[in-house]
């Protein structure tokens, strides 16, 4: 598990969020999860250093295809 995945997973417990799905594709990982009738999307993006507009729009597009409350790059 990278850095960041520990990150995001920290996250997922503080925040009381349960993982309904996770995707993993190269460096990306996608996670679906809930809490109540939120819904928000959390993009892992392993061994970058700067996130570009094209990780931005993905996110984006994830968030309006499923309906997701807010979505969240680590």
């Known amino acids: 598990m990278s850095t960041v995945e520990k990150r995001a997973s920290l996250l997922i417990k503080y925040r009381k969020l349960k993982v309904k799905k996770k995707e993993k594709e190269g460096d990306k990982t996608t996670y679906f999860l809930s ?40």
């Open 35 to 74: 809490r109540g009738d939120s819904n928000p999307i959390f993009l892992c993006i392993v061994g970058q250093r700067t996130i570009g507009i094209a990780y931005v729009r993905e996110l984006r597009d994830l968030v309006e295809e499923t309906g997701a409350d807010k979505g969240v790059i680590i």
